[in-house]
Each structure stands twice: as C-alpha cells, then as structure tokens.
C-alpha cells in the first residue's frame, strides 16, 4: 500500500529529496506521492519532520 501526505504537510521538500524512485512532487497545495510509483520503502515518512507522511 502506498504512503499518502497528509494535510499536515508544510511543504518543505524533505520527502521528494529522500524518494529513491521520484514518486513525491509539489503539488498545487502540498506534496503528493504517486502511488503507482512508490515502492512503499518508507523513506518519506522517516524524513519527514511534522509526521505528515503515513501508509494509506
């Protein structure tokens, strides 16, 4: 199952940097994770720093 972003994002970026497949990028209120693409590794929800990050 994919990570999903929560509301709780603050937009800094940390996630997208850390993604080893590129599936996190801006989107129009927060970033978002492509869910075909992520290869549900985790990497975006131990990076992130406010817990906006979560499997859904």
């Known amino acids: 199952m994919a990570y999903k972003i929560s509301s ?3 937009s800094c970026g ?3 940097g ?3 497949v590129g599936a996190i990028s801006q989107g ?3 970033y978002v994770i492509d869910a075909d693409a992520c290869i549900d590794c985790g ?7 406010v ?3 979560a499997q859904g």
């Not at 990497?43 to 720093?49: G, H, R």
């Open 8 to 10: 709780d994002c603050i």
């Open 14 to 16: 940390t996630c997208e």
């Open 18 to 20: 850390g993604c080893p």
């Open 28 to 30: 129009d209120a927060q």
């Open 43 to 49: 990497n975006c929800a131990a990076n992130c720093p």
């Open 51 to 53: 817990g906006a990050i």
